[in-house]
T-cell receptor, first 109, second 113 residues
């Protein structure tokens, strides 16, 4: 099956810092999503981004489908950004999303 | 819209007991799926459905059954719970499979003793 690798696995930053999270995948995909899992366990959709660039406030994402990677940018981090960020991909059909193991982000005040 | 809802939020079972995790969505989505999340890992697909009356297996289907009698509901049944099924279970839905944003429910935390 398709492989999804996320880096770094852990990241500790001070409030106000910027960060870049990376997602590499091993095959072409029709769906790529970024999620934030908050400390209460809720999975929150951040972006649906199989290709191109999107921005939503302090967050933005870029997927370069031809090179099989996606980047999530977080600017001016806040403590509420803490949690685990997952990248998930889908090749098509009904196989469901394949998740990476996530990046655990801690924002310290 | 309530989105994707799951009940219960927490459940403790003894080995060998059976139970049903409920999932419902009010977005008229055709595609629904169940995932489990184990510590330190991403989510893995258990079963999915592309529409009422149609279900299929995902990556880790053993020990679980599903049915889809309506578009809105997609229950997950544990036939004889085992400690290896201790996990957090998420239900998801989308308009169609493969190329659409998937929306996740709040999860059910299950412990099997």
């Amino acid at each position: 099956g398709i492989q999804v690798e996320q880096s770094p696995p852990d990241l500790i930053l001070q409030e106000g810092a910027n960060s870049t999270l990376r997602c590499n995948f091993s095959d072409s995909v029709n769906n790529l999503q970024w999620f934030h899992q908050n400390p209460w366990g809720q999975l929150i959709n951040l972006f649906y981004i199989p290709s191109g660039t999107k921005q939503n406030g302090r967050l933005s994402a870029t997927t370069v489908a031809t090179e099989r990677y996606s980047l999530l940018y977080i600017s001016s981090s806040q403590t509420t950004d803490s949690g685990v960020y997952f990248c998930a991909v889908e090749r098509g059909g009904a196989d469901g999303l394949t998740f990476g193991k996530g990046t655990h982000l801690i924002i310290q005040p | 819209n309530a989105g994707v809802t799951q009940t219960p939020k927490f459940q403790v079972l003894k080995t060998g007991q059976s139970m049903t995790l409920q999932c419902a969505q009010d977005m008229n989505h055709e595609y629904m799926s169940w995932y489990r999340q184990d510590p330190g890992m991403g989510l893995r697909l258990i079963h999915y459905s592309v529409g009422a009356g149609i279900t299929d297996q995902g990556e880790v289907p053993n020990g679980y059954n599903v049915s889809r009698s309506t578009t809105e509901d997609f229950p997950l049944r544990l036939l004889s719970a085992a400690p290896s099924q201790t996990s957090v279970y998420f239900c998801a839905s989308s308009w169609r499979e493969g190329t659409d944003t998937q929306y996740f429910g709040p999860g059910t935390r299950l412990t099997v003793l």
